[in-house]
């Protein structure tokens, strides 16, 4: 059975949900050190947002190829080394969506009533209700700031309260934001509409410090920040200012750049509402988050595909229940390839055209490429970093898709081309398994699996018969024939399904029968 590690809290169902079908260690709040000795027993690695996965510590999981989250922010993870080194990581980005919605719904209201200022006021003995005059939701704009799972679900029920919801989510179209009901617009135009922001964007290079000192004097005036995303999204410094000068009005902040924050300015501020990173922190989202994660890692240690990778091609379930058969035809491609090909490839292009070509194809295309750089790379290569891979490589990756049907309904094609040459290897699914139907120009059927002899030769009379003739002398036993040609005595290329592999000592006496111009023994 598989191991795996976790290292972060996480609910006792998805322990035993993992414990189904794996070894599982727990071992808590380590050191980078501990954490660095330990990882290279496991094949799995689940954590939550305490432990930080550095570089060092994937790199030294020499049989890690999973990484699990339990929640859907990974900054504590170096993406780019997980990708670089081929380990995937997974997360459980909906499991929490209602607990992250229903706290940023209960920060907006507590920060539209002065809820925590107001209790703390009562129990202190001051009765204040002239101070803690609040404003109501209704009629109010509210700007989402990344409409994904926990955006759009705030969209949804704040309307319930009577606001207009605008939005900026760069990867999201306006049909999309048209069935939310939610009006697209850029960050600094929600800024300059919005009565209140909610912000629900993962923290990147990208979105770091997004909102800053010249988002904010942009902002409308009397502006109230909701922020149950992360804390490195909003500068801190800038923040304070403005709420020192009164540009905003109030923020709610369930998350902070550093945790616990510190000796932080905001703390003391009496217009700043704090959590202390509460926003997944219910019963329910706690085993949910743990259960999804954890299946997560399964699918991934029993060969299977997750629903959620984070540097992989992903598919909604529809699309991959069309594409999976498909899977072993562009391996099948990829190992031909690699076999028989003028090698080394600069160029890569696979073209895909038929039916297929109408849905999101880089799973398949990640397939090409693992298989056929998997005989070449030293490194680990998988889905997860075959372009990665490849551009080490030196190998440009090109995709094309065309709706239009060949002779076959869908139909795969691999080009490659180098300093030596170009080949073509051309291959579809027939009664559900893969076969090889081109070879550069030659018209073969071929399925990518067991030991062939593949012959280059002069389209003429003698030549196969003393091939065969000597495979019979050598008690080598032919299966099947596929004989190609591109027109009548011309060139031919011959495809011999044998039963073993062909010794080198026989493929140097069938070069030497005239008009051979080589052989090869292919091992699929």
Not at 147 to 173: H, K, T, W, Y
Not at 312 to 319: F, K, R
Not at 328 to 355: K, M
Not at 452 to 481: E, K
């Amino acid at each position: 059975m598989a191991r795996v590690l976790v290292a972060d809290p996480i609910a006792e169902a998805g322990i035993l949900r993992l414990r189904e079908r794996a070894e599982v260690d727990v071992h808590l709040r380590q050191s980078p050190a501990q954490l660095r000795e330990r990882i290279p027993e496991y094949e799995a690695l689940v954590v939550r947002s305490e432990t930080r996965v550095t570089a060092e510590v994937i790199e030294a999981g020499k049989r890690l190829r999973v990484i699990g989250r339990a929640g859907a922010g990974v900054d504590n993870i170096d993406m780019a080394a997980a990708t670089r080194l081929g380990v995937l990581v997974v997360n459980a980005p909906s499991g929490n969506t209602v607990a992250a919605t229903e706290h940023t719904l209960a920060l907006m209201l507590a920060l539209a009533r002065h809820v925590p200022q107001a209790d703390q006021a009562v129990k202190a003995g001051r009765w204040e209700r002239a101070r803690f005059v609040g404003t109501e939701l209704r009629d109010k704009v509210l700007g989402v700031i990344g409409l994904g799972n926990i955006g759009s679900e705030v969209a949804r029920r704040a309307q319930a309260f009577g606001m207009q919801v605008i939005a900026a989510d760069p990867v999201v179209s306006e049909e999309r934001a048209a069935q939310l009901n939610v009006k697209t617009r850029s960050i600094d135009q929600v800024l300059a509409e919005a009565d209140f922001v909610s912000l629900h964007v993962p923290l990147t290079p990208q979105t770091h410090h997004l909102i800053n000192a010249r988002s904010l004097a942009q902002a409308k005036p009397g502006l109230r920040l909701i922020n149950v995303a992360r804390g490195g999204v909003v500068d801190e410094r800038a923040l304070w200012e403005a709420l020192r000068d009164g540009r905003v009005a109030g923020a709610a902040l369930d998350v902070f750049e550093q945790e616990p924050p510190g000796e932080n300015p905001l703390l003391t501020h009496p217009q700043v509402i704090t959590t202390p990173h509460l926003g997944a922190s219910t019963e329910e989202a706690q085993i949910s988050v743990a259960v999804e994660v954890a299946d997560q890692v399964l699918a991934v240690l029993e060969g299977g595909l997750p629903r959620f990778a984070l540097n992989a091609p992903v598919l909604v379930p529809e699309e991959m229940a069309f594409l999976r058969p498909y899977l072993g035809v562009a391996e099948g491609i990829g190992r031909f390839f690699a076999r028989v090909a003028r090698l080394p490839a600069t160029r890569l292009q696979v073209d895909y055209q038929g039916e297929i070509a109408g849905y999101d194809c880089s799973i398949l295309t990640a397939s090409v490429l693992t298989a056929f750089l998997s005989r070449f790379s030293e490194d680990r290569v998988n889905p997860v970093n075959a372009r990665t891979v490849a551009a080490a490589h030196g190998i440009t990756v090109v995709e094309q898709r065309n709706t239009r049907p060949s002779e076959f309904s869908n139909l795969i094609t691999l080009q490659g081309s180098g300093e030596h040459g170009s080949n073509r290897v051309a291959a579809t699914l027939l009664l559900n398994e893969p076969h090889i139907v081109y070879f550069d120009d030659f018209r073969i059927d071929l399925v990518p699996e067991g030991s062939f002899l593949m012959s280059w030769h002069a389209d003429r009379p003698g030549v196969i018969g003393a091939i065969g003739t000597l495979l019979g002398r050598r008690n080598i036993n032919i299966a099947s024939m596929q004989v190609g040609r591109n027109r009548p005595r011309g060139d031919a290329v011959m495809i011999l399904s044998v039963d073993e592999p062909v010794p080198e000592e026989v493929q140097e006496e069938i070069r030497r029968i005239p008009g051979m111009a080589d052989v090869q023994s292919v091992v699929l």
